[in-house]
Nanobody, 127 residues
Framework: QVQLVESGGGLVQAGGSLRLSCAAS????????MGWFRQAPGKEREFVAA????????DYADSVKGRFTITRDGAKNTVYLQMNSLKPEDTAVYYC????????????????????WGQGTQVTVSS
């Protein structure tokens, strides 16, 4: 069983920064890719960022590109989302997700690719 636990959310003013963490645990944990998604009130959950373990390549939604950075600490089995220049429209519950296995057709922006999900952490950006 794999557990993902997010932390680091909170209330911040527009223009501020937050760093979210996603700690993975479980005897069977392995990672091909990790993703961050978010869900704002009344909206569907959407892709934010993804990182591939092999090679460390990343992918970002256009709405966060240049402001958010996804990184990982392999020794700690932790993935981070550094969020800078936050905007009120970034307000959402942020979820991390894990895709354990390689696939030649893997599409990191699809929620269906991810097998494990955290419980989410609230990020609120005030104007």
């Amino acid at each position: 069983q794999v557990q993902l636990v997010e932390s680091g959310g909170g209330l911040v003013q527009a223009g501020g920064s937050l760093r979210l963490s996603c700690a993975a645990s479980g005897s069977t944990f392995s990672m091909y890719a990790m993703g961050w998604f978010r869900q704002a009130p009344g909206k569907e959950r959407e892709f934010v960022a993804a990182l591939f373990r092999i090679g460390g390549s990343t992918d970002y939604a256009d709405s966060v590109k240049g402001r958010f950075t996804i990184t990982r600490d392999g020794a700690k089995n932790t993935v981070y989302l550094q969020m800078n220049s936050l905007k009120p429209e970034d307000t959402a519950v942020y979820y991390c997700a894990s895709a354990p296995y390689y696939s030649s057709t893997f599409y990191p922006r699809s929620q269906r690719e991810y097998d494990y999900w955290g419980q989410g952490t609230q990020v609120t950006v005030s104007s």
